[in-house]
C-alpha cells in the first residue's frame, strides 16, 4: 500500500476485521470489528481497562495484533510493519491530553515540532512557518480576538486552549482520523465548552475523530455514534439521538454488574 496516499475514493478510513489482541493468558481485544466513516465522530466509551487503548495502541502502530486484520482507506495494511510512523503517514493523529505540547516553546514551534519548513541550506524558515501558524490559529481553530498570539507560550494557556492547538496541528497537517483521549479530563465547564467545539470542526473540516471520553455527557454531544467496549469487545453501537445520558449510564452500570 502507498502509505501516503489520501485520495478521496474510500468508504472508511479506518476498518478493523476480527482483531485480537493477547498479553500472554490475558485476552485484551476479542474479535474487534469496526469501521469509521469520513466526516464522522465516534465516541469510544467503557470502564477503565475495558480495552480502549489497547485498541488505539493496535490500531495506530504502537502495538501488533495477535490476529486480525487492518485497512486504512479500503486498503490492508501490512501489520508487520506496523508503527507509529506509518500510521502519521496515512494521516492517522493522536492527542494526548498535554502530552504532545513544548510548555516552554512559543505556539509556532509548536506547530512545526518535527516538521519544520526549511531552505535549500536546512535552515528554518521561521517567518513563513509564523504566517501558516497565525493561519491555524485564526482560521483552522478560531483562536480570534483571545490575547493569544503565534508567539505566546504553551505555558500561557488554559487547558482548552491547549487541546485547541493540538487538535488545529493535527488538522492541519491533513490527518484523516484524529484521535482524541480524553481531551476534557480536569476541565472546567467553559474550557469543556470550547473543546467540544474543537472537536466539532474536526468533522466540519471533513475529517474523522475517535473521541476516547470518560464523561458520557460530553462525548454524548458531540458524537454520531458511541462504541461501547467491554471486557476487549466491542458489545454495542449506539446512536446518541436514541439513547439519553441517563439511559446509556444505566447501560454501562449494567454492564458492569453483570460481569
Known amino acids: 500500500m502507498n502509505e501516503t496516499q489520501s485520495d478521496g475514493d474510500f468508504t472508511h478510513i479506518v476498518r478493523m476485521e476480527g482483531v485480537q489482541k493477547f498479553f500472554g493468558a490475558v485476552h485484551a481485544l476479542r474479535n474487534i470489528n469496526l469501521a ?13 481497562g475495558a480495552g480502549k487503548s489497547t485498541l488505539i495502541k493496535v490500531l495506530t502502530g ?49 506547530f512545526f515540532v518535527g516538521r519544520q519548513i526549511t531552505d535549500r541550506l536546512g535552515f528554518i524558515r521561521v517567518k513563513e512557518q509564523k504566517r501558516i501558524a497565525e493561519e491555524i490559529l485564526l482560521n483552522t481553530i478560531g483562536f480570534r480576538g483571545v490575547g493569544i498570539g503565534v508567539d505566546s507560550t504553551v505555558k ?18 491533513n490527518s484523516d482520523l484524529i484521535i482524541l483521549d480524553e481531551p476534557t479530563v480536569a ?7 470550547k473543546v467540544l467545539e474543537f472537536v466539532r470542526r474536526i468533522k466540519e473540516s471533513g475529517r474523522a475523530c475517535i473521541y476516547i471520553e470518560h464523561n458520557l455527557a460530553h462525548v454524548h454531544e458531540v458524537a454520531d455514534r458511541l462504541l461501547v ?9 449506539i446512536d446518541p439521538r436514541e439513547m439519553s445520558v441517563a439511559a446509556l449510564t444505566e447501560y454501562l452500570i449494567d454492564l458492569q454488574q453483570h460481569r
Open 156 to 173: 500561557q494557556l488554559s487547558g482548552g486552549e491547549r487541546q485547541g492547538i493540538a487538535i488545529g496541528r493535527a488538522m492541519h497537517f
Open 62 to 110: 504502537v502495538m501488533p495484533p495477535s490476529a486480525g486484520r487492518i485497512f486504512v482507506r479500503d486498503r490492508p495494511i501490512d501489520l508487520s510493519r506496523h508503527s507509529v510512523g506509518m500510521a502519521h503517514a496515512m494521516s492517522i493523529e493522536t492527542v494526548y491530553q498535554d502530552r504532545s505540547l513544548g510548555e516552554k516553546q512559543p505556539l509556532w514551534r509548536n
Open 187 to 193: 476541565l472546567a465547564v467553559k474550557e469543556v465548552r
Open 229 to 237: 467496549i467491554d471486557r476487549g469487545e466491542i458489545v454495542a453501537d
Open 36 to 48: 469509521i466513516g469520513r466526516n464522522e465522530i465516534v465516541g469510544l466509551i467503557g470502564d477503565n
